[in-house]
């Protein structure tokens, strides 16, 4: 029989791995509607006050997602709770964002900036498509800290240099993807715009310091493969 906190350990590993998913499914189904034009009619509020509220969901999604992968987060984590829970913490907190950015984006007002033919958004779910077969060739659940909740395993949930497949032509083939998902939509609305252009600006500014980590990890072996490959955009096959 388990002790009660291997038993809590468990229970909050499984909570964490079903918020992350479901904010994270709940994220892209809103971009899709948004993106379609049906999520709604609601009309916009007047003043700068959904302009506001919209910024601080992005400063939020932000600082939890970049802050909470840095080491001195890291650190400051190892001293409050086991190694092995710091991966559900991160998938468990990063899916309440999602779900409260969700919840709370207010509808702006303006024209729009495109309308398109329909079947864009096609170009959309292939990329999502892409996005999640990519994220097979990782451990699913020690990826999203389920297991090492059962193993206590206190490794970090990514210690596997990928240069192969998509990764010989950009080397951040899973953002690549997202900015995909946040531009290729055949209605592209001011509150669609804002959510696209915040998270983009985010990609751009988070993906040096994730580069920066990988360097420290990887050593030289990364710093050749920043060398010759490019960040996002194919430019060049190696």
Request: aromatic share 12%; glycine share 10%.
């Amino acid at each position: 029989m388990l002790a009660p906190g291997r038993r809590a350990a468990r229970l909050f590993a499984v909570a964490a791995y079903v918020l992350g998913i479901v904010g994270q499914g709940a994220f892209f189904v809103m971009l899709w509607l948004l993106g379609l034009d049906v999520l709604g009619t609601r009309p916009a509020a007047e003043g700068s006050q959904p302009w506001l509220v919209n910024m601080g969901l992005l400063v939020l999604f932000a600082a939890q997602h970049s802050g909470m992968a840095r080491r001195s987060f890291g650190q400051w984590l190892a001293r409050r709770l086991p190694v092995y829970l710091h991966r559900s913490v991160y998938v468990g907190l990063s899916g309440l964002v999602l779900v409260a950015l969700v919840l709370f984006w207010q509808p702006l007002p303006g024209p729009d900036l495109w309308r398109g033919p329909t079947w864009i958004i096609g170009v959309n779910l292939l990329a999502a498509l892409g996005v999640g077969l990519l994220c097979l060739r990782y451990e699913h659940w020690r990826f999203l800290g389920v297991a090492q909740a059962w193993t206590k395993e206190e490794v970090l949930p990514l210690d596997t240099f990928f240069s192969d497949g998509p990764y010989r032509f950009v080397r951040h083939p899973l953002m690549a993807g997202l900015l995909v998902c946040l531009w290729a939509h055949p209605v592209m609305t001011p509150t669609l715009a804002f959510l696209s252009v915040g998270m983009t600006l985010y990609v751009l500014c988070a993906l040096p310091l994730e580069e920066r980590d990988l360097a420290r990890r990887f050593g030289a072996a990364y710093e050749e493969y920043r060398r010759r490959t490019p960040m996002l955009i194919p430019w060049k096959i190696h």
